[in-house]
């Protein structure tokens, strides 16, 4: 299986199975991803509920776009739409993420 063009980041922390699970799916699709950790971390914590509006982890990002967490991307995958997003290449405006 040939890699996803889109640029996926995906926030966690080393304690959560939700973050376990959203690597998986990913993986299962094919797309690479940036895991940044944000357990002893605040500020980037403090950052990730300004961008995102939530306090949780995962937080899953695809070409700068928030989607959410792992139930956000499994729904999404049942709907049919996450693969197109996966197969998106990144746009040369797309916002840029913190590690």
């Keep these: 299986m040939s890699e996803l063009p889109a640029k996926v980041s995906i926030y966690t922390t080393d304690y959560c199975p939700y973050c376990t ?16 950790r944000v357990e002893s971390r605040p500020e980037l914590r403090d950052w990730l509920v300004d961008v995102s509006g939530q306090s949780t982890v ?7 776009q928030s989607l959410g967490g792992f139930s956000d991307i499994a729904s999404l995958d ?17 916002p840029a993420l913190r590690d």
């Design 58 to 64: 995962p937080q899953v990002f695809v070409n700068g």
């Design 78 to 94: 049942r709907e049919g739409k996450l693969d197109a997003l996966l197969a998106a290449a990144p746009a040369p405006d797309a």
């Design 21 to 36: 699970m959203a690597k998986r799916l990913l993986e299962k699709k094919g797309a690479s991803y940036d895991e940044i």
